[in-house]
């Protein structure tokens, strides 16, 4: 186990491999421990971290959790390891934060997956959206057996020798804690936030996720940063529905060039706030495309003005 304190508060984390950094970021009444499986596979190309969010696993705080909070604990923890660029991958919660991060920090983040993450706090299922009263929280934390039974639910007919490890973690946020997320999460709406989108985006969703509603790909329709993923046999889970074909889905994304960013060359009479940065993006990756996100017959929202073309990546289907 590997702790560091940050802003005074204790945070556990771990790290597998070498090579350009990944961050994991796990979901709400999970820990690092989760990503087990997926570090050690990425970590054979790359450096994998992972740490405990505030107030979960074995990361204490006094403090009730925030969306915005967590953000900011990812560029903190960047900056305790001397990590000045990485790239993201977040889970349900994770996901939503991992996404938050990327638009507000693109000069920190040079890639985003999302898998399974309300991108509107709205998708969350009625389920979760009850811990939110004060009642059900802390009679969801006082019975730790019907947290592990949540999460045994979550994570299917899994075998992998770790689930016994997650049940545990989820055990040990407070009601303060359960009930804190739930609450920042089900009021977060990144949606206007999707146009300032400027680094490559994976988003994955199971088609039979019953915690956050699938129809959140529907969103990045026309996020040109954006390529979607729609997981048809997974449900909350797709790393562990569908693990093998999850990591290469993952694998390959993350393996693409990042965007170049690149400054001219000043002249010295000019002032350098007046020159802006120009960013090269990458060869666009290959992917196959299809008419409907969810295979459904409804006709799509209506299409905004597209940005200008050397800005952006075409909208891509994996």
């Known amino acids: 186990m590997s702790i560091i304190v940050i802003d005074n508060q204790r945070v556990h984390y771990e790290v597998f491999g070498r090579g350009r950094p990944v961050v994991f970021l796990h979901g709400w009444l999970g820990s ?15 450096r994998t971290y992972s ?28 900056d305790a390891m001397g990590i000045e660029r990485a ?4 889970h349900s ?44 929280a802390e009679f969801f934390a006082r019975r730790p057996w ?23 973690d989820s055990t040990k946020s407070t009601a303060d804690t359960i009930r804190g997320a739930i609450h920042s999460m089900w009021r ?13 985006a994976l988003v994955v969703h199971g088609a039979r996720d019953d915690i956050v509603n699938p129809n959140q790909l529907q969103l990045f329709t026309y996020v040109p ?52 940065p120009r960013v090269e993006p990458p060869a666009p990756p290959v992917t196959e495309r299809s008419n409907s996100i969810d295979g459904s017959e409804a006709p799509p929202p209506p299409r905004p003005t597209p940005p200008a073309p050397h800005s952006a990546l075409p909208p891509g289907r994996m």
């Open 146 to 168: 019907l947290r592990r039974s949540l999460f045994r639910f979550f994570f299917g007919d899994s075998l992998d020798p770790e689930v016994d490890e997650v049940l545990e």
């Open 87 to 90: 790239a993201l991958v977040g």
């Open 225 to 276: 940063m954006a390529q979607v993923v729609r997981m048809e046999q997974s449900r909350h889970f797709p790393f562990v529905d569908e693990a093998d074909r999850f990591h290469e889905i993952l694998l390959r994304f993350l393996q693409q060039p990042d965007l170049i960013t690149t400054a001219p060359k000043l002249d010295p009479k000019q002032s350098t706030s007046a020159t802006l």
């Open 32 to 46: 690092w421990r989760y990503w087990y499986t997926s570090m050690e596979v990425i970590s054979h190309h790359f």
């Open 93 to 136: 919660m994770g996901g939503m934060v991992a996404m938050k991060t990327a638009i507000e920090h693109p000069e920190r983040i040079t890639r985003v997956v999302t898998v399974g993450a309300p991108i509107n706090g709205d998708a969350l299922s009625w389920m979760l959206k009850l811990v939110d009263r004060p009642f059900f």
């Open 51 to 78: 740490f405990d969010f505030w107030g979960f696993g074995e990361s204490r705080t006094n403090e009730m959790p925030t969306i915005q909070g967590y953000s900011n604990q990812v560029i903190l923890f960047l």
């Open 188 to 200: 977060t709406d990144l949606t206007p936030m999707l146009d300032k989108l400027r680094v490559p």
